[in-house]
């Protein structure tokens, strides 16, 4: 039995409900040992709302689940076939990734850097600032407090931007926590 991971569509914003949908059918036909995880791939970043610093499950594929799953021989094994039907057959649930009606299942490297990336948003949160270069921003503290500038660059790692702000007439930038701004 080799259990490998497959890529099926499904609804877009629904896929939490989705897979709790997958995980109820796949247990009710008694095929937990053909499915034993299904998975919505994502990471945590720390996001900046309002002035409000929260941390969100950020999808990694929307519209996907990941499932793991033991199907590779339906011809050969009557329960693959019925597994590969079940899941097919949960509303909102479109197909496998793959061609012909076949589904292709994911390359190790594949699900490796997956998981490796799900489980380093853990240990590691990104912080989604939501500006970009180019953007007017207005400074909400420090020295330069009500001063209006412009993002020249933005560093999601550190949390930081760099912002140009006109100080006697000449372009200055300036280095700022991402708390200190906000757009205009």
Request: charged letters at 30%.
């Amino acid at each position: 039995m080799t259990h490998q991971w497959y890529f099926v569509r499904c609804q877009s914003g629904q896929e939490d409900s989705i897979r709790k949908q997958v995980e109820l059918r796949v247990k009710m036909a008694g095929l937990q040992d053909l499915v034993p995880q299904v998975l919505v791939p994502f990471e945590r970043v720390t996001d900046m709302k309002g002035g409000k610093k929260r941390v969100v499950n950020k999808k990694l594929y929307p519209g996907y689940l990941m499932i793991q799953a033991d199907i590779e021989k339906p011809e050969e094994d009557p329960r693959a076939k019925q597994a590969q039907a079940v899941v097919r057959e949960t509303p909102k649930v479109g197909d496998f990734l793959g061609g012909r009606g076949e589904p292709v299942p994911l390359s190790d490297g594949e699900v490796q850097s997956i998981l490796v990336r799900m489980s380093d948003s853990d240990t590691a949160l990104q912080v989604n600032i939501g500006l970009q270069k180019g953007d007017m921003v207005k400074i909400k503290s420090g020295p330069f407090d009500g001063f209006d500038g412009t993002v020249e660059e933005v560093l999601p790692d550190k949390g930081m931007v760099t912002v140009t702000v006109t100080i006697f007439g000449r372009p200055t930038p300036v280095s700022l926590k991402y708390w200190e701004v906000e757009p205009v």
